[in-house]
């Protein structure tokens, strides 16, 4: 712990396990991550097809979002800061999620397996953000590096309003 890393006041944003103050690109990926575990919870309590459709649609949007601003911005700027094995796996497991992103996409709620490729997604996604926030994983190595992870939170920030709009087929002209 720095002694002079003494908190602006304005804002805490402490990490649970050290109390330490996580930059502004690691909070803002960590809380991505806990309102698209909200929304797959809330799935789970779901019954009516037009309710399950209209929140798959909204984690697809998140997810979606999600991963290309890590593809397009931290993972690339971490190669080399980041364990290359870490980085490619966490492409992979993107790769996996997207795959069963669109196959449910290609579906109706009403049919068979729906429910279950939701539920599989989740867990997929659960398994994945727990290897980007665990100890060791992509976010702790990227706290360790040089980067300047609040000006990438920045970044990230703008980047996932502009993808959020044009993904949700809003104009953003
Ligand atoms: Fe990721
Ligand atoms: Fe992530």
Do not use: C, W
Not at 149 to 172: F, H, I, P
């Amino acid at each position: 712990m720095t002694a002079t890393q003494k908190s602006s006041g304005a804002k805490t944003r402490r990490t649970r396990r050290t109390g330490r103050r996580d930059p502004l690109a690691i909070t803002l990926l960590k809380k991505d991550h806990r309102e698209v575990a909200a929304m797959f919870e809330e799935y789970e309590q779901l019954e009516a097809e037009a309710e399950k459709l209209a929140l798959f649609n909204k984690i697809a949007l998140a997810l979606k979002v999600h991963t290309q601003i890590e593809e397009e911005i931290l993972y690339p700027e971490e190669r080399g800061t980041v364990e290359d094995d870490l980085l490619d796996e966490a492409y992979v497991e993107h790769d996996g999620a997207k795959k069963l992103i669109a196959e449910i996409e290609a579906m109706q709620p009403s049919e068979d397996f729906y429910d279950a490729k939701v539920k599989v997604l989740g867990e997929y996604i659960s398994h994945h953000v727990k290897e980007e926030e665990q100890p060791g994983g992509v976010f702790a190595q990227a706290k360790r590096g040089d980067e300047d992870l609040e000006a990438m939170g920045e970044r990230l920030k703008a980047r996932k309003e502009e993808l959020t709009a044009q993904l949700s087929g809003k104009k953003t002209s």
